[in-house]
């Protein structure tokens, strides 16, 4: 295992993180708030009662992507450590907004970014040999009914002008790939 694999498992172990089985890379959840509000408070697209909030760590490992996905309630991304990030946000509307996140603010980086509820995000390091430390804290807290994960073949379909970041940033099989290193906990 070279240097930056070693730092990476390190972290991994560190921070207690799993693979994520449906995006790819690795999290932790480390927040629900304990108190919340109930489902007729919130907009019709919930299911149930919510928790206030939520947040999770997660690393996003070298020449790997976070898969498109969308979640029903807004999510904010906070830059941690790492090479900086390529997220991009498909709209309803079929918009693309691309935005990177790292720590130089003053090359046109931000260290964190809100993607609205309903847009499809996805994201990749900049840098193949790099991997990014980001937190993402959503409102009202992320439930798993509340998560959807971007398949290539119908993103294609609503989305056919975005060909090449879909297939960028999507599985050629609805699995992702196996854990980046075996040693932190995947297999």
Request: with cysteine; aromatic share 10%; net charge negative.
């Amino acid at each position: 295992m070279n240097t930056k694999d070693r730092e990476l498992a390190a972290i991994i172990e560190k921070l207690q993180l799993i693979p994520h089985r449906v995006e790819g890379g690795y999290f932790r959840e480390t927040y629900v708030a304990a108190e919340g509000t109930l489902h007729a408070f919130l907009p019709q697209r919930f299911d149930g009662d919510r928790p206030f909030c939520s947040a999770i760590y997660y690393i996003l490992p070298p020449g790997r992507i976070s898969s498109f996905h969308r979640m029903l309630a807004d999510m904010t991304y906070h830059f941690y450590a790492g090479g900086p990030i390529q997220v991009v946000e498909i709209t309803p509307t079929g918009d693309v907004i691309e935005t990177v996140m790292g720590s130089a603010v003053l090359a046109g980086q931000f260290p964190q970014h809100t993607i609205p509820a309903g847009n499809w995000l996805g994201s990749s390091g900049l840098a193949k040999d790099t991997w990014a430390l980001i937190g993402c804290t959503v409102a009202p807290a992320m439930a798993l009914q509340d998560y959807e994960h971007g398949k290539r073949a119908a993103l294609l379909e609503e989305f056919p002008q975005h060909r090449e970041l879909i297939e960028q940033l999507t599985w050629d099989t609805d699995v992702p790939p196996p854990p980046y290193l075996e040693e932190a906990g995947g297999g």
